[in-house]
């Protein structure tokens, strides 16, 4: 393009979701998210599930390969995730309210403090709301009650200081029940002095539900509690087949999510849910949609890159 790769025609951070083993195995996909970002996000190796499967067993291998492929290319890492009722180990869900809050205090610390320093920004937790904004009645809501999520942060807060701490979801793109009880509750978690730096907006869409009402005010309000607000996970879903049309939708969707954010000084961070259609989580869960990226499956730019960068 013209202007040159992504990252250098923002002051944002401009970042992808990758998984380790498209970044070991296949060279174009390191080319093409090495050029264009400058913040990784790893999709799966930083989970629950993924570090401590079997308890008190911690496999590091794909988040210690993803963090060092960022020090090698002088890129910054948004860990993902550290307390999310999915991708849970089982052995998680059978313990008393006592235990599980230790254990959830003894990840975070483990998770956290391995790679002090090495995180910009982490998701503390995942989300923890319904629909209607009532809170998701995961084993930590269910077992240890709302509290959770503040004892979450402080955990976070004493393994890496410097870290920014966010709460992230989907669904609170635009003004709606679930993004007001999350405005509610990150007012609430600043009055009472919560280290919470910031709230991630996932911001997976889909053409089929059209694009969500009062983003721009949405990212506004939060700023103004005094937190950042970064783009998470971004993609596009598309209802096959791909037509030209359909990639013009896709475009004017993901720009107006670039331009949202860069209309609020405190929108820090744009990043998507990977960046080929080659890998994308979406023809997975989402039968009958895909191409949901900004790159196609040969890593040629849509219309939706060259929209945010004619
Ligand atoms: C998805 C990954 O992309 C998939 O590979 C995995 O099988 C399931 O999780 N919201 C999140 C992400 O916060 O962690 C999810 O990632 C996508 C939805």
């Given at each position: 393009s013209?202007?040159g790769?992504?990252k ?8 992808s979701a990758?998984a380790v ?7 174009d996909?390191?080319s093409?998210?090495?050029?264009e970002?400058?913040?990784v996000?790893p999709?799966?190796?930083?989970k ?7 308890r008190?067993q911690?496999?590091?291998s794909g988040a210690d ?9 002088g890129k910054?890492v948004r860990?993902h ?8 180990p089982?052995w998680?869900d059978?313990?008393d309210?006592?235990?599980l809050r ?5 990840h975070?610390?483990?998770?956290a403090g391995r790679?002090?320093g090495?995180?910009r920004a982490?998701?503390?937790v995942n989300e923890?709301f ?9 084993v ?5 009650g ?9 955990w ?13 979801d989907?669904n609170v793109?635009g003004?709606n029940p ?5 405005y ?5 978690l600043?009055?009472q002095g919560?280290?919470i730096?910031?709230v ?6 889909s053409l089929m539900y059209?694009?969500?009402?009062g983003?721009?005010e ?5 700023a103004?509690l005094?937190?950042?607000v970064?783009?998470t996970e971004?993609?596009v879903r598309i209802p096959l ?6 990639l013009?939708?896709?475009a004017?969707?993901?720009d ?5 954010c860069?209309a609020?000084?405190?929108?820090v961070?744009f990043?998507t849910?990977?960046f080929t259609d080659?890998?994308s989580?979406?023809?997975d869960?989402f039968?009958?949609e ?10 040629r730019p849509?219309p ?5 960068n004619?």
């Amino acid at each position: 393009s013209a202007a040159g790769p992504l990252k250098t025609i923002t002051k944002r951070y401009v970042g992808s979701a990758v998984a380790v083993q498209h970044l070991t195995t296949e060279a174009d996909y390191r080319s093409v998210l090495t050029r264009e970002f400058d913040s990784v996000t790893p999709e799966n190796e930083m989970k629950w599930g993924v570090v401590e499967a079997v308890r008190g067993q911690y496999d590091w291998s794909g988040a210690d390969a993803i963090v060092d492929y960022a020090r090698k290319t002088g890129k910054t890492v948004r860990g993902h995730t550290l307390v999310w009722h999915s991708q849970l180990p089982d052995w998680v869900d059978d313990l008393d309210a006592a235990e599980l809050r230790g254990v959830v205090k003894d990840h975070i610390r483990t998770e956290a403090g391995r790679y002090r320093g090495k995180i910009r920004a982490w998701d503390v937790v995942n989300e923890a709301f319904n629909e209607d904004g009532t809170r998701r009645p995961t084993v930590f809501q269910e077992k240890l009650g709302d509290r959770y999520i503040a004892d979450a942060f402080r955990w976070a807060h004493a393994a890496d200081p410097r870290a920014k701490l966010y709460i992230n979801d989907y669904n609170v793109e635009g003004i709606n029940p679930k993004s007001d009880a999350l405005y509610a509750l990150v007012k609430s978690l600043k009055r009472q002095g919560v280290p919470i730096h910031g709230v991630g907006i996932q911001a997976h869409l889909s053409l089929m539900y059209g694009f969500p009402a009062g983003v721009r005010e949405n990212i506004a309000r939060f700023a103004a509690l005094g937190v950042d607000v970064a783009i998470t996970e971004a993609d596009v879903r598309i209802p096959l087949p791909v037509t030209p049309e359909k990639l013009e939708a896709q475009a004017d969707y993901f720009d107006q999510v670039w331009d949202a954010c860069h209309a609020v000084r405190r929108c820090v961070e744009f990043t998507t849910w990977g960046f080929t259609d080659r890998h994308s989580w979406v023809p997975d869960v989402f039968p009958g949609e895909g191409a949901a990226c900004l790159f196609d499956e040969n890593l040629r730019p849509k219309p939706a890159y060259t929209r945010i960068n004619p």
